[in-house]
């Protein structure tokens, strides 16, 4: 789980590799892709670019996290919970409010 490992970068880059993962299980599939672009406003073309950008990864979570199906699924076949998503999510700078 997210919140037992180690100190605070060790905490963001679990965070961030879990966001990475995140991202594929979104490219993984065309309909969550094709909604990804649509909520994003992003090109295909723009993707490696927008993963350094500031935020990016907290919002590949947020839209994860956003479809109750779509986040269930992805923690299930990463070993994870859906709270771990959050707490990832929230390392990263999403915050709820």
Known sequence: MLRQRGGEEAQ???AEEIA???LGFIAGD???LANFFAL???APDEIRGAVSQ???L???LQHVLSDEDSASAFAAENGLTP???QRAAARLGLHWD
């Open 30 to 32: 065309q309909d969550r």
């Open 12 to 14: 963001k880059q679990r």
């Open 83 to 85: 709270e771990d998503l």
């Open 40 to 42: 994003t406003g992003l």
């Open 20 to 22: 990475a993962r995140a």
């Open 58 to 60: 907290a919002s590949v």
């Open 54 to 56: 500031p935020g990016f």
